[in-house]
């Protein structure tokens, strides 16, 4: 039995060790594919549920692997948040975004504003709102997507310095991935957040669950009393929009209008209109 113990012991040993290996392996790669540039923007489009106007869009990373082609998040986000990279990132998306904005401008394309998402560490960063004051931004403009996660911790003064600074700047916030976690409505009105966005568990099982569709019912009544936007992403048919609309959702986002798209992608989008 107790040698039996030992090559269990052995075998969780080298499972860690391999673990370790591959991660050292994706940090290094990271770290590289910054220097070069591999980490681009994806833009995931949001249509106004009651013109049907293009509102804006998402901005979502994507790694341009040179040997594994187009990675989205999940196979690299959690390496660079240990790697304390996730704020590099954001940085540049956020500065290619803008780029990309006044690329479409001479193409004629206005856009009414882009989303960011901001990591949890990067909000808790004291030089964030140093980091941004050279960018020239436009009241409304941009959007910081700030996880629910991240307002537990209501006495972190950091934290809310950076937001109290982050809207002097002209920056929208906004909870993201709402109903997943547990702000409290007293902290909800505290932050004073422009929009919430509804998460996709939410969203996704509304047509045919009674249970999520009065989450989601509800979600909107608070958005709508507090003066507060409500977005809807993972809205995957024309079904999913036509009850948000009716339930008076602001904006929705998702498959059914468009997957995050490259630069160029959307730029047909807009020109040819495509989800109309
Ligand atoms: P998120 O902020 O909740 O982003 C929404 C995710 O849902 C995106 O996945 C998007 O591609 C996906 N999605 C959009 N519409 C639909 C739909 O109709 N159905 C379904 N099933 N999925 C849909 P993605 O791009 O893989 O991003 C995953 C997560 O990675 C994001 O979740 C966000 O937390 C994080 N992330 C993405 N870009 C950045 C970034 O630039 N910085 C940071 N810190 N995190 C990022
Ligand atoms: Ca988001
Ligand atoms: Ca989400």
Not at 234 to 263: I, K, N, W, Y
Request: charged share 25%; hydrophobic share 45%.
């Amino acid at each position: 039995a107790k040698a039996q113990g030992r090559s269990r012991h052995e075998f969780y040993n080298a499972v860690l060790e391999a673990e370790v290996i591959r991660n050292k392996r994706i940090a290094d790669d990271i770290l590289a594919g910054i220097e070069n540039n591999e980490f681009v923007p994806y833009y995931q489009p949001q249509i106004s549920a009651r013109t049907l106007e293009l509102a804006g869009a998402e901005v979502l990373v994507r790694w341009q692997h040179p040997r594994d082609g187009l990675l989205t998040p999940d196979s690299f986000i959690n390496v660079a948040e240990d790697l304390n990279v996730t704020a590099t990132l954001d940085r540049t998306m956020l500065e290619r975004a803008l780029i990309d904005c006044s690329l479409w401008a001479t193409k004629g394309i206005i856009m009414p504003k882009i989303s960011v998402n901001v990591s949890a560490r990067r909000l808790r960063d004291e030089t964030l709102v140093e980091s941004l004051t050279g960018l020239c931004i436009l009241p409304g403009q941009i959007t910081f997507e700030l996880v629910e996660s991240i307002f537990l911790d209501e006495t972190d003064d950091v934290v809310l310095r950076n937001i109290e600074r982050i809207k002097e700047l002209g920056i929208d916030i906004e909870i993201d991935d709402f109903g997943t976690g547990h702000t409290s409505i007293v902290s909800l009105l505290k932050l004073r957040p422009k929009r919430l966005k509804i998460d996709r568990q939410l969203v996704e099982p509304m047509l045919t669950s009674q249970h999520e569709r009065a989450l989601v019912r509800s979600i909107i009544e608070i958005g709508r009393s507090l003066g507060i936007e409500v977005v809807a992403e993972g809205v995957e048919t024309m079904a999913h929009a036509e009850m948000l609309s009716a339930l008076g959702c602001d904006l929705l986002q998702g498959f059914a209008f468009a997957p995050p798209l490259s630069r160029d992608e959307f730029r047909s989008f807009v020109l040819e209109h495509r989800w109309k």
